[in-house]
């Protein structure tokens, strides 16, 4: 499989990634059967942190988690690192929890990597890079957030994710 190209409409702009299918196969399958899905199209940049990191992929505009399929298994020890402009998967603090939320760095996190098998140093599975719209990702990241619906660093005005579309 050759790394698959996917375009993301926001409200924002345009933002192309390049998904890593050798390196995350299992992230990037599940990535793109969202994306397949429809799943995508409609949710919110729900988490922004300036000098951090985006999080989306998970809620609608009023807040609601939408459905979401199994778990998948974390793949944070391929190699790739949490560098600005990798977008990784999303988790709670159990190790294999990702389902479809994805989060895309804005600066080096290394404090996110793999560093060891434990549960707290198992770290988070980039799965792809932004190759075109890291201007649109920091204007993202420069949104007023506030707390709403039980959430903290919500932006106040709602970025959406549009639309997810495969680059065939």
């Known amino acids: 499989m050759s790394n698959p190209l996917v375009q993301m409409e926001t409200s924002k702009g345009e933002i192309v990634l390049e998904l890593d299918a050798e390196k995350a196969p299992i992230s990037v399958a599940n990535f793109l059967d969202y994306a397949r899905a429809g799943h995508y199209d409609g949710t919110i940049f729900h988490r ?8 989306g992929g998970g809620f609608t505009p009023e807040m609601s988690q939408k459905p979401v399929k199994a778990p998948i298994k ?16 999303a988790r709670t603090s159990v190790v294999d929890s990702a389902t479809s939320q994805f989060f895309i760095n804005t600066v080096d996190n290394k404090f996110l990597d793999n560093a060891g098998l434990n549960p707290d140093k198992f770290g988070y599975a980039v799965f792809g890079k932004v190759i ?4 649109i990702v920091y204007a993202i990241e420069q949104a007023k957030t506030g707390n709403k619906g039980g959430h903290a660093d919500v932006p106040v005005e709602t970025i959406s994710i549009t639309k997810v579309t495969i680059v065939e």
Request: aromatic share 4%.
């Open 74 to 89: 974390n793949e944070a020890t391929n190699g790739l690192k949490n560098k600005a402009g990798t977008i990784a998967m």
């Open 132 to 135: 075109d719209g890291m201007d």
């Open 48 to 55: 922004v942190i300036k000098g951090f990191m985006l999080q």
